[in-house]
Nanobody, 131 residues
Framework: QVQLVESGGGSVQAGDSLRLSCAASIRTFSSYAMGWFRQAPGKDREFVAGIDWSGTNTPYADSVKGRFTISRDNSKNMVYLQMNRLKPEDTAVYYC????????????????????????WGQGTQVTVSS
């Protein structure tokens, strides 16, 4: 079955960098749009970054634009999130997501039709940034 496994989280100081990785056990990985979301305790899950099948289109949340970079390696079924100049407000559990289109990923994989196909979520990896 489809499985997304995140890694690379940890505890760092403000201003430091981390790179998150997501390993996808999807046979047709290159056909999926991918994304990263995050959720802090007591808050809703929010969109962080997305990437289309080719890696050409990469939308970002305004809060991370210029600091985070999403990328993918279709030959390895991997997606990455390079996080630079981390801030305490970046503290959250970060989730990897896969969906049938970039628009579906950005929207949080909600209300997908049977024709579109399903979306998938990983279990998350904790990122803690202290000041």
């Amino acid at each position: 079955q489809v499985q997304l496994v995140e890694s690379g989280g940890g505890s760092v100081q403000a201003g430091d960098s981390l790179r998150l990785s997501c390993a996808a056990s999807i046979r047709t990985f290159s056909s999926y749009a991918m994304g990263w979301f995050r959720q802090a305790p007591g808050k809703d899950r929010e969109f962080v970054a997305g990437i289309d099948w080719s890696g050409t289109n990469t939308p970002y949340a305004d809060s991370v634009k210029g600091r985070f970079t999403i990328s993918r390696d279709n030959s390895k079924n991997m997606v990455y999130l390079q996080m630079n100049r981390l801030k305490p407000e970046d503290t959250a559990v970060y989730y990897c997501a896969a969906g049938p289109s970039l628009g579906a990923v950005v929207a949080g994989l909600r209300q997908l039709s049977v024709e579109q196909g399903p979306g998938y979520w990983g279990q998350g990896t904790q990122v803690t940034v202290s000041s």
